[in-house]
């Protein structure tokens, strides 16, 4: 029988990294590169170094805490996820996956196991994208999707660069990002929705993702004084962005249950009191399980952004700067974690991840799998997101047992 | 006969100001006490200084620039207007009618008159309120409607007070801000907008002002991540904005011709690419002829807001924080303009000012008149932003015909 997971010490663990960038809600903020990121990764390095994993770093930050296995020359079974958070985060997004490794490393140690293939523990920089676009920045460039040096000079709302944040926390690691000899990647991570919750699952079995397309638009009207100009006679960029706001809305809601679209960054120009607006950003996004459908709602933005300029005499300047997915995940890791889940008598549902996580970026690499912990009400990026103790100990177990039997505790050749 | 304004001279002066904060489109950039302002001051001081005229300032930056009368004893006659800009300024708000008032002046000189009452020319501080809120700082302050200590902790957006702005610019003065000995008060303005040039009128009579009233709105919602996150469970803060601009918009399309409304202003937080936005501020305003009708606009404007609030569970926290006007200006000083302009044989158009100017101050404590000249094609707080150098010659004709008839040129007592 595999040893069972000590879910107060690894709750403790969780509160105790929630408590480095608190927010008066209760939240934590710790945004990528910043004093707060890096204070949480120095306590967790110290947490791993206590137990003698070896310790890597890559050039984008990413952190690498190797357990030696029996056999030396296997590739190492790697799981983990990310520390890092939004700006209004909460206290599990990224961390409880990070953590969960952490338990099940600790939990080995306590039952003096030793695997025959190493074990790898991962915190990927810059999951979130907060701070510094695009998303998911460190897995990207560990598996080459992303050249280092175009990451290194992307800049902030300040213009600190990723490179200068690096630097200034001290967190530029030594090593080449690469892919890593893996034979397997695992992340347990909270659902960040209500289905699990609402239909009684314990373990949500990922079986990949949404198709997610990505859009930055530029509005450009005419400026003028908004006392005197008449009506009629305005070109505001701000009310143009107004109405694509509303149709992105629309275009979700339409795509409901499976679809999402999203306006969520806004720049206004010269967001003066005095002054109809002239230039409007945004940032909006379409994702949906299937890809032909996300196309199709890209499709109607793009009419819907027509017709706006046409009838508003602005100019709508649409860069569809990103896509991702959807990405399949290893089928045989997705069942041997639904049936590691029915050893422990936990239900099991199979879910579409709707957020990008670093896993996206390791399923072209390395046979990868995801398990998702229900999140109480569906809460997330909100400092009210909440998982129970037992909930994240049920996925952790999971982890631990799906972990055992890849990595396997015969003895070596 | 009076003597004639020198058009070129004038028009020369207007444009050796617009080269102070040049914009690449051909406008000017001086919001109030910045470097660019404080430059736009001294140039305009030294002309002054060469001219004779004694300076003074006050506390708020208000400069005072007089010229003794032959009976000292006697209430000056002022005028002027500002030289601050907005952020995509052109180059003729506010500066038109300093540098007319310097044209008065300077054309005075060069015919040898020297009038019987004093005259007074001035640069009102913060006349746009781009920078700093409220706009009409200067003036406000002076009429006592604003305590000056409250004016001097205004932050701008980076944080910095008037006070600390003043003092970065030297442009604080020793004088403390009050209403001074005056006569009367008269400014020279753009129009800001088409009717002058579509009805073939050479000087605006500015009877009134709009009534206008102001909000700062604050929509908060939940925040949550874009992704997992299904559209029906969202209370999207910037959705809901998005629906309050075109509400806004909405009730100053019913309003026209004599109304406005204008949603000018929007923070949004985290303002982040992964995030369902949860707080979102907004300023706006709703402006009429008629106060009735204005305040019709905002019952409107709080109807709209209520529907939204429910439909969509988001609260919206409104601030009115100021209203103004509607002011009407000196009917005797009205018909002295409308006389002078017809001596002239310039034809006259009676109008409303749907701005705010620094006059709308002065009128409840000095006789008080506005002159308009054409905006070509109505375009203004724009690079665009013109008027001829025949338009401003004329208008500063009718300025100075008007000048010279209340100061007088008798001999003193």
């Not at 992303?146 to 600190?160: I, R, S």
Request: proline residues 6%.
């Amino acid at each position: 029988m595999n040893p069972t997971i000590n879910a107060d010490r690894l709750w403790q663990s969780i509160m105790d990294i929630a408590e480095i960038g608190p927010t008066p809600e209760g939240g934590s903020r710790r945004l990528a590169l910043t004093a707060e990121d890096a204070a949480a990764r120095t306590l967790f390095l110290r947490w791993c170094q206590a137990l003698g994993l070896h310790h890597q770093q890559d050039a984008i930050g990413n952190m690498f805490l190797h357990r030696t296995g029996i056999d030396m020359a296997t590739p190492a079974v790697a799981f983990g996820s990310h520390l890092d958070t939004v700006p209004t985060g909460g206290r599990f997004d990224g961390v409880a996956g990070v953590l969960a490794g952490l338990g099940v490393i600790r939990t080995l140690d306590d039952a003096g196991i030793r695997t025959r293939a190493p074990l790898e523990l991962v915190n990927w920089m810059n999951e979130e994208g907060s701070r510094f676009r695009p998303a998911m920045m460190g897995s990207r460039v560990a598996a080459g999707e992303l050249p280092l040096d175009v990451a290194l000079a992307m800049t902030d709302d300040d213009g600190v660069s990723v490179a200068q944040a690096l630097a200034d926390s001290g967190q530029a690691g030594s090593l080449t990002p690469a892919p890593r000899d893996w034979s397997a990647w695992l992340e347990l991570h909270i659902e960040q929705g209500p289905v699990m919750e609402a239909t009684g699952a314990d373990i949500g079995i990922v079986v990949g993702t949404m198709h997610a397309r990505y859009f930055q638009l530029a509005i450009t009207g005419e400026p003028s004084h908004v006392g005197p100009t008449e009506m009629n006679r305005r070109h505001d960029s701000l009310a143009a962005a107004a109405e694509v706001i509303l149709a992105v809305e629309r275009i979700g809601l339409t795509a409901e249950p499976f679809g999402r679209a999203s306006a969520s960054w806004i720049e206004n120009i010269p967001n003066a009191r005095g002054n109809v607006p002239h230039i409007t950003r945004l940032h909006c996004d379409v994702r949906h399980n299937s890809a032909d459908e996300a196309v199709a709602m890209e499709a109607s933005l793009r009419r819907a952004l027509s017709d706006i300029a046409r009838r508003r005499g602005v100019r709508i300047d649409v860069d569809p700067y990103a896509t991702f997915g959807p990405i399949v995940f290893d089928t045989k890791l997705g069942a041997l974690l639904r049936g590691k889940a029915a050893g422990r008598q936990l239900s099991t549902r199979d879910m579409i991840a709707a957020a990008g996580h670093d896993s996206v970026l390791m399923a072209p690499l390395v046979p990868s799998a995801m398990l998702f912990v229900p999140s109480v009400a569906g809460i997330t990026h909100n400092p009210k997101e909440y998982s129970t103790k037992e909930q994240i100990a049920r996925g952790t177990q999971v982890l631990l047992d799906a972990v055992l039997e890849l990595a396997g505790t015969g003895a070596g050749p």
